[in-house]
């Protein structure tokens, strides 16, 4: 469970129809905007659902597993454990209130999360999901049938969940994709997953994922760094779950279970999977993939050539974590060992220098968590096989119970390795970069609140594009105003100064200093759990030595649910306009549910929306979703395969819940 | 008050539609402004709001011009109430733009606007002008370009009310418009206000009689001079 993610939904009121989180919308912007990929965020918001369906037994919770639901702070947990301990169980939640850090609001947010004695919710949950959507528009990719398949986006995924076996599948094609022979769709997934029999805290057959300690060897699915939750930096490592995201690259594939003995959990785990990479050299006789020169990220296999470089690599992994959990102390030393069935060979740039290189690459962490009173302290430290290292440290302390501060200092080698890490970072990999980065929140009554933090940091190595070790400073700033029960507003200003390669030609100065600067106004009213209003405008100003561009971003949202709460519609118009790619405006969308949009807009032009959900019946959820853009400033949109002629460009989805 | 009209409910179907939602008897408004003092160059416009059980129509009619460049059009526009706290209002104009010796253009505009009462003392008001595009009746397409405004209303006391938009229009770049309502004391009113871009400054007075509301107003445009300008308004049946 994504602290973040459940933290903040439950710290801002929500009414149950309409609690798509503003911060949680935020973070994930954030996340996009800095690595420019799109993380499958699936299954966080899915994992939130279950917990409503699948309360916490706070008599039973332990200590770390009631940290990572992220629904308490860290001191809440503490607090809430030792009470445990000293006192024995609980008999009703209210006996919460006895506790100094909890109070009424936090009590009632948990409320529909946890009980104390017997649970009265569904132990048996069984869902299919199957939706559709394409681009309206024909692109070029089609018109030279250079994408082999046809423009429908197909997904379909069935879950069957109870307290102790967990079942699933998922199906996916892109658009663009072919459909297999059998009309087998080109990405699946299944699981089966087992809960608490006996010793055996959890055993995973088919897909799985993993996360151990701050994410510098194995963490797989969404990660996050810099955000407006800015004292949330610590991971609280999940463990061994089940894989349901449709992100085609980012899992395990094979056999893993959690074993528990006294105060320690023993997860060793092995898997053979196959991931996209560009082809380099082949065996002519054979057609054996001797080497790749690169891992694709895109999951497509639309075209001859990304068709080719499909499931070209094989890995084997394997290894194990064993944590240790007792009171507030939590350790674990993770050990993992990845064996390729072709090299990696990257085409020789300078920037690449240290990129890893070979047939295996193993590392070996240790990471660790301990609170005490006031003050968490975290860290891990992790080696690849060539010797090198990441490390990062940090601190999260409450001043007062107004103020909570961070520190968290990382360090990752140039040359340090990893497949399978995720953490936290400026740039995009767990290498190349050492920085400093504190924060603060201050919340001087329950109208104000202000979050800001500030990071430096510094790239020893070259990066793409920039031809020299390089630095950077990021600031930011929120203020969260709560006019009353109804209504928040927030101010945010962002400036991040870094270097890049310089814009002038044969410049002796081989890099220049970039300043981006954002500013956003955004005010959300909620006067009933009927109707819904977020207004929104950003303002972003891009400079480099030469020139300076600006971007506006105006829109307005509005979701109603009609009487009978059968059918919800929500609505956004939005007017952009960007001089640059470089300020293109980066927005979470309304969208049909467990799906993400973000796109990005840049040039200018009208973004409308629309969507309705209607649920006929008690068990099943349709949902409908058209959305637009109509640029002003061209007659063609995007490029290469990608281009559509014209200047609209228009989508349209239909996703369908059952509940079996 | 600088045309800072998003959030504040004016009687007219001219600014935001969505702050006619609340009226409850019936209005009639006149306007007339002369731009810049240059003769013959003028806006004039009536409209009428009649409430119709728990939402209002609107009726109006405007010309804005001179005799070689005119824009003419009739409108029509309908406000409610979606909640206590939220109004909403839509307008439809058939329009004509006459350029002597070139001809008419005729076309269909159609503008939305939302009200929303976050508190007591504080509006927050949004208005599209032209979400969707023109549509043209004749050969020649016209389009004008939509616009995107956003304001807020603050009503500090019974005696100052201050209003904050900001308007972009693609293409241009934002205007920001402060604008600030004196009422001292019965029957004035007295106000004042500030666009960026194009940069104007206003200023006007205000008295509220009865049923009657009249009021006159003077924008300055460093450049291009004064415009000054009057307006009516008429409210039937029991005074307030």
């Known amino acids: 469970m994504n602290k973040f993610f459940v933290f903040l939904l439950i710290l801002f009121l929500s009414k149950d129809l309409l609690s798509q989180d503003i911060n949680q919308q935020a973070i994930i912007e954030n996340i996009v905007e800095q690595q420019d990929e799109i993380f499958n965020l699936n299954t966080f918001l899915e994992q939130i659902d279950y917990l409503k369906d699948h309360p916490i037994d706070l008599n039973k919770i332990t200590y770390s597993e009631l940290l990572s639901s992220g629904l308490l702070t860290s001191k809440q947990t503490y607090d809430f454990i030792t009470h445990r301990q000293q006192y024995g169980r609980l008999y009703s939640i209210n006996e919460l209130f006895i506790l100094e850090s909890f109070d009424s609001i936090t009590i009632e947010k948990i409320k529909p999360y946890v009980f104390v004695g017997h649970s009265t919710k569904n132990k048996k949950l069984s869902t299919l999901f199957l939706r559709t959507s394409e681009i309206t528009q024909k692109k070029q990719g089609y018109t030279d049938t250079s994408y082999l398949g046809n423009p429908l986006n197909i997904y379909a995924r069935y879950r069957f969940q109870s307290n102790k076996i967990n079942v699933g599948f998922t199906l996916e094609k892109d658009a663009g994709?072919?459909?297999?022979?059998?009309?087998?769709?080109?990405?699946?997934?299944?699981?089966?997953?087992?809960?608490?029999?006996?010793?055996?805290?959890?055993?995973?057959?088919?897909?799985?994922?993993?996360?151990?300690?701050?994410?510098?060897?194995?963490?797989?699915?969404?990660?996050?760094?810099?955000?407006?939750?800015?004292?949330?930096?610590?991971?609280?490592?999940?463990?061994?779950?089940?894989?349901?995201?449709?992100?085609?690259?980012?899992?395990?594939?094979?056999?893993?279970?959690?074993?528990?003995?006294?105060?320690?959990?023993?997860?060793?785990?092995?898997?053979?999977?196959?991931?996209?990479?560009?082809?380099s050299e082949k065996d002519s006789l054979n057609n054996k993939v001797l080497a790749v020169s690169s891992i694709q990220q895109s999951g497509y296999h639309r075209t001859e050539n990304e068709i080719e470089d499909k499931n070209a690599l094989g890995i084997n992994s394997y290894g194990t974590n064993i944590s240790f959990s007792k009171n507030a102390l939590q350790a674990g030393l993770t050990f993992i060992q990845n064996d390729f069935n072709a090299n990696i060979n990257p085409i020789m740039q300078t920037y690449?220098?240290?990129?890893?290189?070979?047939?295996?690459?193993?590392?070996?962490?240790?990471?660790?968590?301990?609170?005490?009173?006031?003050?968490?302290?975290?860290?891990?430290?992790?080696?690849?096989?060539?010797?090198?290292?990441?490390?990062?440290?940090?601190?999260?302390?409450?001043?007062?119970?107004?103020?909570?501060?961070?520190?968290?200092?990382r360090n990752y080698n140039k040359a340090y390795h990893s497949m399978f890490a995720n953490a936290f970072a400026d740039g995009s990999s767990v290498a190349n970069e050492t920085g400093l980065y504190s924060s603060i929140s201050i919340n001087p009554n329950n109208k104000w609140r202000i979050n800001s933090y500030i990071d430096f940091y510094m790239h020893p190595w070259l990066k793409f594009q920039t031809d020299a070790p390089s630095k950077g400073i990021e600031y930011f700033t929120q203020i969260d105003y709560l006019l009353n029960k109804t209504t928040t507003m927030f101010l945010r200003y962002k400036t991040k100064n870094y270097e890049t390669n310089s814009s002038i030609e044969n410049n002796v100065e081989l890099l220049q200093t970039v300043s981006k600067k954002n500013c956003r106004y955004q005010i959300i009213f909620n006067p009933s759990s009927v109707i819904k209003l977020n207004s929104r405008v950003d303002y972003n100003l891009y400079s480099d030595e030469i020139k300076s561009y600006s971007g506006y971003w105006f829109s307005q949202d509005v979701v109603y649910v009609f009487p009978k709460k059968r059918i919800v519609f929500t609505g956004r118009i939005a007017l952009f306009e960007t001089e640059d790619y470089h300020t293109r405006i980066y927005t979470y969308e309304p969208d049909v549910l467990y799906d993400f949009s973000i796109p990005s807009f840049d040039g200018s032009g009208m973004r409308y929306v629309v969507m309705l959900k209607y649920s006929p019946v008690k068990k099943v959820d349709l949902w409908f979703r058209y959305a637009l853009t109509s640029y002003s400033d061209r007659s063609m949109i995007g490029t290469g395969n990608e281009m559509i002629s014209g200047n609209i460009k228009s989508e349209i989805k239909l996703q369908a819940r059952m509940q079996l | 008050m600088g045309n800072t009209s998003v959030a504040i409910k004016n009687n007219t179907i001219y600014s935001n539609q969505a702050g006619l939602a609340e009226t409850e008897n019936i209005v009639l408004s006149i306007f007339s402004e002369n731009k810049y003092l240059?003769?013959?160059?003028?806006?004039?416009?009536?409209?009428?709001?009649?409430?119709?059980?728990?939402?209002?129509?609107?009726?109006?009619?405007?010309?804005?011009?001179?005799?070689?460049?005119?824009?003419?059009?009739?409108?029509?526009?309908y406000s409610g109430k979606v909640?206590?706290?939220?109004?909403?209002?839509?307008?439809?104009?058939?329009?004509?733009?006459?350029?002597?010796?070139?001809?008419?253009?005729?076309?269909?505009?159609?503008?939305?606007?939302?009200?929303?009462?976050?508190?007591?003392?504080?509006?927050?008001?949004?208005?599209?002008?032209?979400?969707?595009?023109?549509?043209?009746?004749?050969?020649?397409?016209?389009?004008?370009?939509?616009?995107?405004?956003?304001?807020?209303?603050?009503?500090?006391?019974?005696?100052?009310?201050?209003a904050a938009d900001i308007d972009k229009q693609i293409q241009n770049q934002p205007n920001i418009k402060l604008g600030l309502e004196y009422h001292p004391a019965n029957p004035i009113y007295i106000r004042i206000g500030i666009n960026t871009y194009p940069f104007n400054f206003y200023s006007g007075l205000g008295l509220q009689w009865k049923s009657f509301q009249w009021d006159v107003a003077m924008s300055f445009h460093p450049v291009l001079g004064y415009s000054p300008s009057a307006s009516l308004s008429y409210s039937f049946g029991k005074d307030e």
């Open chain 1, 177 to 279: 994709e072919l459909l297999l022979k059998n009309n087998f769709p080109d990405f699946y997934s299944a699981h089966i997953f087992f809960n608490n029999i006996g010793k055996f805290k959890s055993i995973a057959i088919g897909d799985y994922s993993l996360n151990f300690g701050q994410g510098l060897t194995i963490w797989n699915g969404f990660g996050f760094g810099k955000s407006p939750d800015v004292t949330n930096v610590i991971k609280y490592s999940k463990g061994l779950k089940p894989y349901t995201s449709s992100a085609e690259n980012t899992f395990f594939r094979g056999f893993a279970f959690t074993y528990q003995i006294k105060n320690f959990e023993i997860t060793p785990f092995f898997s053979k999977n196959t991931i996209d990479a560009n082809i």
């Open chain 2, 83 to 162: 909640s206590n706290e939220i109004a909403f209002g839509m307008l439809l104009k058939r329009a004509t733009n006459f350029i002597q010796d070139y001809g008419s253009i005729h076309y269909y505009n159609f503008e939305f606007g939302i009200l929303a009462e976050l508190a007591p003392e504080f509006n927050l008001g949004i208005h599209l002008f032209n979400p969707f595009g023109s549509i043209s009746i004749s050969d020649n397409i016209y389009q004008q370009k939509s616009i995107f405004r956003l304001g807020l209303a603050y009503q500090v006391d019974k005696i100052l009310l201050l």
């Open chain 1, 352 to 409: 690449k220098r240290y990129n890893f290189s070979g047939d295996h690459l193993s590392n070996i962490a240790f990471d660790y968590n301990y609170a005490w009173q006031d003050i968490e302290i975290f860290g891990e430290i992790a080696v690849s096989d060539n010797g090198k290292t990441a490390v990062v440290n940090g601190i999260v302390a409450y001043l007062s119970s107004k103020v909570k501060t961070s520190i968290l200092y």
């Open chain 2, 38 to 77: 240059i003769q013959g160059w003028y806006q004039n416009n009536i409209s009428a709001a009649i409430p119709i059980k728990s939402s209002v129509i609107g009726i109006g009619a405007n010309y804005d011009g001179m005799h070689t460049y005119s824009n003419k059009s009739l409108a029509v526009s």
